[in-house]
């Protein structure tokens, strides 16, 4: 049996330190999102009695309810073809061995580079005058077009430690190219692709600029912006911001809890899977 040492007892209280630390900003936003202003505060700043309307307010005043679907809309319709575009791009960079494929695989990389930042105008005008501003479309394109040198640039060093043996025997057997990758090596991929839903799906619906700068105005709006509804140049609606802020992470929350036995499961299976 192991024995209870010294050094396990210093590790259980940093960990304890480590968890309430994280733990603490989650406190304070339920308490400000549940504050009564007529209540008496309390214990870490919660007011009695809890002020639980502030959810329904803010559901209703920032129209929450659309924003989230059209969060989820984005965020799923950008991820798919971020998943579907760098897997099918990193798979022809990485196997066809020709002088353009190295070329264009640096060309990619060279989106770590670029500022995003030079674009905005250029990409905004040219938007505008194909009538795309004002939709989730020109969002969409600017989040693929933003994340796909990130998941290039993993999937294919991914690929180049992925025996051939695989798509090898289903090339034997009959498989075209693109059926020995979808049959075969795309479910190799499932540790990688994990990785990249998780980075790409978080950073896409708590995005506040993009969807700012291309939505404003046309009554579309996301979870973010729904959240900003509540701040004005004067001063902050506290209570509603952290209430408007506490809905708007719940559903990519329920989407963690229902799909962490898959994610693990794909971080853990490797190249078994």
Do not use: C, H
């Not at 968890?19 to 504050?35: D, E």
């Amino acid at each position: 049996m192991n024995r209870y040492t010294a050094k396990t007892a210093v590790l259980e209280v940093v960990l304890i330190v480590a968890g309430l630390i994280f733990i603490a900003p989650l406190v304070v936003m339920v308490s400000v999102a549940l504050r009564d202003p007529d209540g008496d505060v309390g214990l870490l700043g919660f007011t009695w009695p809890l002020n639980f309307g502030n959810f329904g307010t803010a559901w209703v005043q920032s129209a929450m309810g659309a924003s989230l679907l059209n969060s989820a809309f984005i965020t799923s319709v950008s991820v798919f073809l971020i998943i579907a575009l760098a897997s099918t791009a990193a798979y022809t960079l990485t196997r066809k061995t020709r002088r353009w494929s190295r070329g264009v695989f640096y060309l990619f990389l060279a989106g770590f580079l670029f500022p995003g930042q030079l674009a905005m105008l250029p990409l905004y005008l040219w938007f505008a005058s194909i009538g795309l501003v004002g939709t989730p479309v020109a969002v969409i394109v600017i989040n693929v077009g933003g994340f796909l040198p990130f998941a290039i640039f993993l999937y294919s060093a991914f690929l180049r430690d992925l025996p051939r043996d695989y798509e090898e025997a289903a090339t034997i057997d009959g498989a075209r190219p693109s059926r020995a990758f979808l049959s075969v090596v795309f479910p190799l991929l499932r540790p990688i692709t994990g990785t990249i839903v998780i980075l790409s799906g978080l950073a896409i619906w708590n995005d506040f600029f993009t969807p700012l700068l291309y939505l404003s105005g046309s009554g579309t709006s996301t979870a973010p912006l729904s959240v900003y509804t509540f701040v004005s140049t004067y001063g902050a609606n506290w209570p509603l911001v952290f209430a408007a802020l506490i809905i708007s992470i719940i559903p990519i929350l329920i989407a963690y809890f229902l799909m962490q036995r898959f994610i693990i499961r794909g971080f853990a299976s490797g190249l078994k899977g």
